[in-house]
């Protein structure tokens, strides 16, 4: 399409020049809206752009434009191997159903851009369940597909300028809620057997259930959003990294009514026969409300195996636990090399929290002889305050959790503390510089507990600094 080519100098300066020009533009090219140029940081950027209005998306909040978002990406595909493209959500209510991204593509939803998802089905297209779950976590059939929805990618990005995300989630809450669901509720961002994905900067607000779920996917980078649900809405878990590798999650705000991060790899049977496991991952600068669930857990679902996460410089307030490490008979796999550095929090029921009997299994079908080895799993440098139980360490009986090392952590009990501060079970490992005092099977030891000093590969990548140009489509 052809666009009013201006001078950079025309738009430097007052407001008034740049309406003005800008309605010249609308003139030429009524179907465009005309944006100012602007830069924002990605691992990659595009030669290629396209605004969402081009392909006639209609921002009232009541016009469906699924059909557009659909058109324009397809539209766009065709640059993957010429530069790459970026679709630009422009200030609007965008209403659509599910659309799918492609590869070497960014979508930006500029500052005050509303992508709102439909509340009507028919707008939702049907998956298969995955592979390494056997079923759908709602119903046993299938599962919609997510709000934005990718598979077998490389190089995609979904960033903004703090541009908001609105799955409309009530009324998936109200169908969880009555049981009326055949299908599993569709997530907010779901990106499938992946690599290279940067989701950034952007509001994410009331998704039907999870709301960001890379899955059998490397090289991930998810930072600077803001997620917000109901602390009391089902499954809104805020970013669940899942059979995958290579990812850093950083300086993110979550309130939700679930985990604010869960680490799985796949459910019984079935994640063992994928095998696949979420390993290499960085935490750090998280932020979490979660009155009923954890800032991160590990599980329940990890029966791909979970290994080398770091956690660092987090804070929790008012979350039921910190980190919860959740597993079962019939998991199989392991959790292994878990290092947690740098944990303030405020009011919670456990510090810290093992659960080898967690149950919930997909079906009958789970070997009660695959059991999950959780070993080596590393915190030091705590202070808490306002909690309830200090410890809750809880192994398998012939299978006991070791390996558990904690260190420098001072714990402030409740006015409603429980009479013992530490309740521990099948479990070993060492502990120093810790009050209240942990239970017996901690052996009191002089150590400070490890954390890597190496750094994760994705630690190394680096933002380039990108651009809009409106006059270059
Ligand atoms: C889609 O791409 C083609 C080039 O292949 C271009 O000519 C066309 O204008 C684009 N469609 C829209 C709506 O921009
Ligand atoms: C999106 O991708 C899924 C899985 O490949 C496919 O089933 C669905 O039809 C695609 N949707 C569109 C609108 O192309
Ligand atoms: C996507 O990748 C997976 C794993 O490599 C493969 O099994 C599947 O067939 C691919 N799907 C498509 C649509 O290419
Ligand atoms: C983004 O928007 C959210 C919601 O309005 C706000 O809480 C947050 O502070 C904003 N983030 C930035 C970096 O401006
Ligand atoms: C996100 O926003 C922050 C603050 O607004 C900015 O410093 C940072 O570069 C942005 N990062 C990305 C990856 O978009
Ligand atoms: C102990 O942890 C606190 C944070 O809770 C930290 O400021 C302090 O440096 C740590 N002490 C040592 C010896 O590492
Ligand atoms: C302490 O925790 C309790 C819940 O156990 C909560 O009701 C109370 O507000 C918290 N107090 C402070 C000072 O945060
Ligand atoms: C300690 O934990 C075990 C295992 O979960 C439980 O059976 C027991 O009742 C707990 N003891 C106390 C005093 O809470």
Redesign the pocket.
């Known amino acids: 399409m052809k666009s009013a080519r201006f001078e950079n100098s025309y738009v430097i300066g007052v407001i008034s020049v740049v309406l003005i020009l800008g309605s010249l533009a609308e003139c030429r090219v009524p179907s465009s809206i005309k944006l100012n140029n602007f830069d924002y940081p990605a691992i990659n950027c595009r030669k290629h752009s396209a605004v969402l209005t081009d392909f006639g998306a209609v921002g009232d909040g009541k016009t469906l434009n699924t059909k557009a978002f659909n058109a324009a990406i397809t539209n766009l595909s065709q640059y993957a191997n010429d530069g790459g493209a970026q679709l630009i959500v422009p200030p609007g209510k965008w209403l659509t159903g599910s659309f799918n991204l492609t590869s070497h593509f960014t979508l930006f939803l500029q500052k005050d851009a509303v992508i709102l998802g439909s509340q009507d089905e028919s707008e939702w297209p049907q998956l298969l369940v995955l592979p390494s779950y056997g079923r759908g976590r709602d119903a046993p059939a299938g599962r919609f597909s997510s709000l934005i929805f990718g598979t077998n990618l490389t190089d995609v990005i979904i960033t903004g300028d703090?541009g908001t995300i609105d799955g409309q989630g009530s009324y998936w809450w109200d169908k969880f809620h009555k049981k009326q669901l055949t299908l599993t509720r569709p997530y907010m961002i779901e990106i499938m057997y992946s690599d290279q994905i940067q989701i950034s900067?952007l509001?994410l607000i009331n998704s039907p259930t999870w709301f960001v779920h890379p899955i059998y996917s490397s090289n991930i980078i998810i930072n600077?959003l803001?997620i917000l649900a109901p602390v009391d809405s089902p499954n809104t878990d805020g970013i669940n990294p899942d059979s995958c590798t290579n990812v850093r999650i950083e300086d993110n705000?979550i309130v939700s009514g679930d985990d604010c991060i869960a680490i799985k790899s796949g459910w019984d049977e079935y994640g063992i026969k994928v095998g696949m496991p979420s390993q290499q991952i960085i935490i750090r600068r998280l932020t979490c409300i979660s009155p009923d669930s954890a800032m991160v857990a590990l599980g329940s679902e990890m029966s791909g195996g979970i290994q080398d996460v770091r956690i660092e410089d987090v804070t929790a307030i008012n979350t039921e636990s910190a980190i919860r490490i959740k597993s079962a008979v019939g998991r199989g796999a392991f959790v292994k090399d878990i290092f947690v550095k740098g944990m303030d929090l405020n009011t919670m029921k456990y510090v810290f929290w093992m659960t080898g009997s967690y149950g919930d299994h997909p079906d009958n079908g789970f070997d009660p002889n695959a059991l999950p080895k959780i070993s080596g799993i590393n915190y030091r440098d705590v202070t808490a305050k306002n909690v309830t139980i200090a410890g809750k360490l809880e192994g398998i009986s012939n299978d006991p959790f070791t390996g558990i090392c904690v260190s420098n952590v001072t714990i402030e009990m409740s006015a409603h503390k429980k009479k013992l501060p530490w309740n521990c079970t099948d479990i070993s490992g060492v502990t120093s510089n810790v009050v209240p005092k942990p239970c017996e099977l901690l052996q009191e030891k002089e150590i400070e507990c490890p954390f890597p000093t190496d750094k994760l590969a994705i630690e190394n990548v680096q933002f380039k600094t990108c651009n809009f140009q409106s006059s270059v489509f």
């Open positions: 703090n900067n509001t600077g803001t705000f």
